[in-house]
């Protein structure tokens, strides 16, 4: 069976969405929204109500001594909004951690 999520993207404005209910997760670019549905549903248990894509370019960076141009690869971007009530642990950010003082 091929897969088409690579892995969840976990940064703060993604973690802060995930509280209101949409998870963010890098796919291929031969994802669709049926694929990445059921894929996700059967990694994770849980309901997915709905799906949203976009297709992220890749950016153009410079390397070397001298210069040249290397051009990162494409990828998609998949937001996924569950039933109200399920949560992805991937996601959970722990906040019982003591301040030092």
Known sequence: MKTYIIKPLITEKTVAKAQSGWYTFQATQSADKKTTKSEIETLYAVSVTDVRSSVVH????????KGKTVKKSDWKKVYVRLKSGQTIDAFQIGGSEEKKS
Request: overall charge positive; cysteine-free; hydrophobic content about 10%.
């Open 58 to 65: 890749g950016k153009e960076k410079r390397v070397g001594r």
